[in-house]
């Protein structure tokens, strides 16, 4: 999935461990299979270079996948939008002067272009632009599968990483009760860390800037509002943490571009932790939100 993978567990011998290992990466190859945006073969990526847009058949799993995403776009009050790369694309290629003249390509994407069929398993796009893509997404979900198979396994302490931005703490760390782990504040002078402890639980960090080379934060243009179709103005990031992996990774993309005057009302819908660093502009100044039920 374009990232390191770590896997981590105490107490469990070689033989067994390998089992579980292989398990693991064959369920995560079939998973990126499935959801890669990129990747020629996979089912998303044959929908995105469809030929037609109505009534193409898919397998049941995406179906089941495309379901959850439309439930959490209307939980979120269209917050969380899987169709926003040709949006993304087109802000980052194309030139002030065509971005004024053509605002109506804007329109093209949304959750209400995408439709399924219940009955007969297939899904209509409503134009030739829209695209699906699980970015915000399909590490949750195969964090979710990573637990299910550990689990079957009977193994209880673990923790997974995904590139240190998705996160699963399985029961305890051998010299602890549970799994502690840091979310970097880069808003102060002295970059220090958010102590969470995770006991079955997960941890989805999500943000709209980069760390440059010489220490400096780079904004993003890949992050924007489905609902207005603008970037996020001030560099931000969020952490949620979650019993569901799947819940926590949706949750942060949601939160991170939801206006700071409907963040505490829609947030209030989840039963989730959620840690937040802003940074408005070039003041320096850090809000901090920390364990609401």
Partial sequence: MGTRFVFLVPHIDFEKGDR???HIKKEVERIELLLSYFKSDSEVYKLNH???????????????????????NILTEGMFDITLRPVIEYLQSATDERKLN????LETCGMDKVKLSKQERTITFQNDFVKIDFGGFGKGYALGKIMEILYNYYVTDAFISFGESSVLGLGNHPNGNSWSVGIRKYNCICPSNIKIELNNESLSTSSNFTLSD????????SVLSPVTKCTVTSLKSISVKSKSPLEAEILSTAFLVTEQDHFTKLSGKFNVNYYIETFFNSARE????????
């Fill in 102 to 105: 053509e605002n109506s390509f």
């Fill in 286 to 293: 850090l809000n901090i939100y920390s364990e609401i039920n």
């Fill in 50 to 72: 469809r030929i037609k847009n109505n009534n193409l058949p898919i397998s049941d799993e995406l179906f089941n996948i495309i379901e959850i995403c439309n439930k959490y």
């Fill in 214 to 221: 010489n220490g400096s934060l780079r904004k993003r243009i």
């Fill in 20 to 22: 579980v290992f292989n």
